[in-house]
């Protein structure tokens, strides 16, 4: 029997450079899509691996902004795709733009088939290899802890890693609350990790990113024939992750008529597909996330009382990026040297300008933004280290900051940030840290202690 070719999705609103394209890639089962709709319709049903985006589709032919909307939804429902856009003269920023919201790479226009050929070789190599070491930590890391899979040094989020690590052996449903881009998706997994369910599904949907006419069939699934389009009977997500966990990430965007359904399923640990009359059992845990205040919606009557306690037995509030000092440059550091080994070999370490920088940033974007402008930097570092152009930043004004009254409180608060930073820049290690600080070690230790700061 032959072995099935990989799937490729091409985004391309030109009829003859889509026949091009299906022509040249005979390697792989090509499917086409010339608009936003048929994009995402293609993912959810062919689920392919990389995509080749054109920014520019209708109704915004000569624009990016129906380009950018395929890639954020790409991004929000299957963010482990490869999606390699478009850009032509002239567009490099936009580029540049889509690397940062998550894109894997980017080809010049007027296409270079060969050139194009190796970026979608290479992109489907890595998912390749991204998608075997996930199976292999899956494997061997089964009585992994939350903490140990994190890349931190922060007392906040330890406290954090450890509600996890005692919540999940049990079957309660649990609410994560934090700001976007802050690892709420992987908290939820390792919530899964943890419990008994790991050998269960681990399902995960935004219900942000999905029309509100298309996410009860997402949810619940469908049977065939109750609406037009449905050619077969298809399984829900809730359905999918029997056994084990479904991640509702975004749970406040769920429409008030959706949230009576998902009440239900909450309370009798049954579903039934749209258009089904049969009642389907289903043991599935719930794991949600929103940055959003549920309290205040349901003041508003925009989410339901009762189906908020249904989901926040355990509420566990995640700290942002700028709450956890030091934890910048450590994920900083961890993530360049992950997209150095991919793209650029030759980027090594940060310069000192760019660590400053990012120790000082506020990070609005969280790890999220941290990811992105770090894999952009090492695209565009053209040495061995990453300067603070190559991440874009530039110092802030701290003119407007907050001013601590009590001068105490301010110099212990100053103290804290600065051997924390001073401990992620140099990985630990004391010697180091108590030079850079211009104290000796002694003091070093007995500052450790005052703080009840762990090495």
């Not at 029309?211 to 829900?236: I, Q, R, W």
């Amino acid at each position: 029997m032959a072995e099935a070719k990989p799937k490729l999705l091409i985004v391309e609103d030109d009829e003859g450079l889509q026949a091009q394209l299906k022509w040249t890639y005979d390697d792989f089962d090509v499917v086409i899509a010339g608009t936003r709709e048929a994009a995402l319709a293609s993912l959810r049903s062919e689920e392919p691996a990389v995509v080749t985006l054109d920014l520019g589709l209708p109704p915004d032919p000569d624009g990016t902004s129906e380009g950018f909307a395929v890639l954020e939804a790409i991004m929000a429902m299957k963010p482990d795709t490869k999606v390699i856009v478009a850009s032509g003269h002239g567009a490099r920023e936009s580029a540049l733009r889509a690397v940062e919201q998550g894109a894997y790479d980017f080809y010049q226009k007027p296409v270079d088939i060969d050139t194009l050929g190796l970026i979608v070789q290479r992109a489907y190599r890595l998912h390749h290899i991204e998608s075997e070491n996930r199976r292999l930590a899956e494997k061997v890391g089964e009585d992994r802890t939350v903490l140990g899979s994190m890349v931190t040094a922060a007392p906040e989020m330890a406290k954090v890693a450890r509600t996890i690590e005692r919540v999940a052996p049990t079957n309660v449903s649990v609410m994560l609350l934090g700001a976007s881009g802050t690892g709420k998706e992987l908290l939820a997994r390792g919530v899964h990790d943890c419990s008994g369910r790991r050998q269960g599904a681990f399902v995960a949907i935004n219900c942000a990113a999905i029309p509100e006419n298309l996410l009860e069939s997402e949810l619940f699934g469908h049977e065939k024939g109750a609406f037009t389009g449905a050619v077969k009977t298809t399984e829900g997500k809730i359905e999918l992750a029997d056994g084990g966990t479904l991640f509702l990430d975004e749970v406040g965007d769920i429409p008030l008529s959706l949230q009576v359904k998902l009440l239900r399923f909450l309370q009798e640990r049954t579903i039934e597909r749209i258009g089904g009359r049969k009642p389907i059992a289903v043991d599935t845990r719930i794991v949600c996330a929103t940055h959003q205040n549920l309290e205040s919606m349901i003041g508003e009557g925009t989410f339901r009382e009762d189906l908020f306690y249904r989901l926040a037995e355990i509420v566990v509030k995640v700290p942002t990026l700028a709450e956890r000092p030091g934890d910048a440059v450590l994920l900083a550091k961890h993530f360049m040297a992950r997209f150095a080994k991919e793209m650029n070999p030759q980027v090594k370490s940060f310069a000192p300008d760019a660590l400053a920088a990012i120790d000082s940033w506020t990070w609005p974007g969280n790890v999220r933004e941290l990811e992105n402008r770090v894999k952009r930097a090492v695209i565009m570092a053209e040495g061995k280290q990453i300067s603070v152009e190559d991440l874009d930043l530039s110092q802030p004004d701290d003119g407007g900051a907050d001013i601590a009254l009590n001068l105490k409180a301010a110099r212990e608060q100053a103290d804290r940030r600065m051997i924390r930073q001073a401990l992620a820049r140099t990985e630990g290690n004391i010697s180091n840290t108590a030079k850079l600080l211009g104290i000796s070690r002694p003091t070093l230790y007995d500052l450790l202690k005052q703080y009840d700061l762990q090495t």
